[in-house]
Every structure is written in structure tokens, then in C-alpha cells.
């Protein structure tokens, strides 16, 4: 096993990494917000949930704040950066919605995993204090992809009944 030192410089690198991709969500899930029109119950769990990762972002703050450190600008600014341009990008398709669904899906595994791994990093390195901090994090982003999970069926099926009736099957135009 890694040394303390080792750990603790890895577990930093980590949550700075995890500051950056929270930034990276809120900067994909927000303008998702703003178009959605036909899917009220996507727009209200996004709403949670961008409050949520604001409380992600001030969970890790504090725990980069033990270790004398904090986010690092760069990568945050670099991570919102192609998050704002992924959001862009699904707003050409007739089926935003469900792009971002898949999208949103995706991220939040992806967000799953990184918790996981400082969960491992906090507990073999005697980081007692991240711990709960992390579990409420990672809580919140198993949350939503249950969430997804359970009403990417909705989202399909309205989504195909808009389509076919020749609404606007788009997340707004």
C-alpha cells in the first residue's frame, strides 16, 4: 500500500479532479434547464440536483480546505469550458431530450465512480473526515441515476407522442 504522503498527494490531486467535474455538471445540466419545456419532471429533478452539486462543490471545498488547498481554477474552468460545449451540442438534435438523458446517465456514473474511488483513498489514507462528506456526495449522484434510470421510459415514450403528432419533440425550440 501507498504511503500516507503518497496518499494524501493522490487524494488531493482527486478531489480537485472531482471540483472540476462537478463545475463540468453544473455547466452541462444548467443550460439543459433553460430549454426544457415539454418534460417539466426533468426540469424540476435538474433544478435538485444543480443545487445538489453546488453542495458537492461546497462538500469538497471543505475537505480541500483541511489539506491547505482548494479547486484548481485551471481545470475547473477547463472542465465547465467542454461541458457548456456538450450541452451546445445536443441542442441541434430533434431529440435533445433525449441525448442529454442518455448524456446525464452517463455523467452521473462517471461522477459515481470518481466518488468511489476518493471514498478508497479517504478511508486507506485515515482521511476519517472526508468520509461522510464523500458518502453524502456520492448518495446524491447515485440518486439521480436512479433517477434518470427510472424516467428515461417517460422521457422516450413523450417524446416519440410529440414526435409522432408532429409537435416539437425538442427539449424548446
Same mark, same amino acid.
Given at each position: 500500500?501507498? @504511503?500516507?504522503? $503518497?496518499?494524501?498527494? *493522490?487524494?488531493?490531486?482527486?478531489?480537485? &479532479?472531482? +471540483?472540476?467535474?462537478?463545475?463540468?455538471?453544473?455547466?452541462?445540466?444548467?443550460?439543459?434547464?433553460?430549454?426544457?419545456? %415539454?418534460?417539466?419532471?426533468?426540469?424540476?429533478?435538474?433544478?435538485? +440536483?444543480?443545487?445538489?452539486? %453546488?453542495?458537492?462543490?461546497?462538500?469538497?471545498?471543505?475537505?480541500?480546505?483541511?489539506?491547505?488547498?482548494?479547486?484548481?481554477?485551471?481545470?475547473?474552468? #477547463?472542465?465547465?469550458?467542454? /461541458? @457548456?460545449?456538450?450541452? *451546445?451540442?445536443?441542442?441541434?438534435?430533434?431529440?435533445?431530450?433525449?441525448? %442529454?438523458?442518455?448524456? %446525464?446517465?452517463?455523467?452521473?456514473?462517471?461522477?459515481?465512480?470518481?466518488?468511489?474511488?476518493?471514498? $478508497?483513498?479517504?478511508?486507506?489514507? #485515515?482521511?476519517? &473526515?472526508?468520509?461522510?462528506?464523500?458518502?453524502?456526495? *456520492?448518495?446524491?449522484?447515485?440518486?439521480?441515476?436512479?433517477?434518470?434510470?427510472?424516467?428515461?421510459?417517460?422521457?422516450?415514450?413523450?417524446?416519440?407522442?410529440?414526435?409522432?403528432? /408532429?409537435?416539437?419533440?425538442?427539449?424548446?425550440?
Amino acid at each position: 500500500m501507498a @504511503s500516507r504522503d $503518497v496518499l494524501q498527494e *493522490l487524494f488531493v490531486t482527486g478531489l480537485k &479532479n472531482a +471540483h472540476a467535474v462537478e463545475k463540468q455538471a453544473l455547466s452541462i445540466m444548467t443550460p439543459q434547464v433553460t430549454r426544457i419545456e %415539454n418534460y417539466p419532471e426533468v426540469a424540476d429533478r435538474l433544478r435538485l +440536483h444543480i443545487e445538489e452539486t %453546488n453542495g458537492q462543490i461546497a462538500r469538497l471545498d471543505e475537505i480541500l480546505a483541511e489539506f491547505d488547498s482548494s479547486g484548481s481554477a485551471l481545470k475547473d474552468m #477547463g472542465l465547465s469550458m467542454s /461541458g @457548456s460545449m456538450a450541452a *451546445l451540442a445536443h441542442t441541434v438534435a430533434g431529440d435533445e431530450i433525449v441525448k %442529454n438523458s442518455f448524456a %446525464n446517465y452517463a455523467f452521473e456514473h462517471f461522477e459515481i465512480a470518481a466518488y468511489k474511488s476518493l471514498l $478508497v483513498m479517504a478511508e486507506d489514507g #485515515g482521511f476519517a &473526515n472526508a468520509v461522510p462528506l464523500l458518502k453524502q456526495s *456520492l448518495g446524491e449522484e447515485e440518486a439521480m441515476a436512479r433517477w434518470i434510470d427510472e424516467h428515461l421510459p417517460v422521457v422516450t415514450r413523450r417524446y416519440a407522442t410529440l414526435y409522432a403528432e /408532429g409537435g416539437s419533440a425538442k427539449a424548446k425550440v
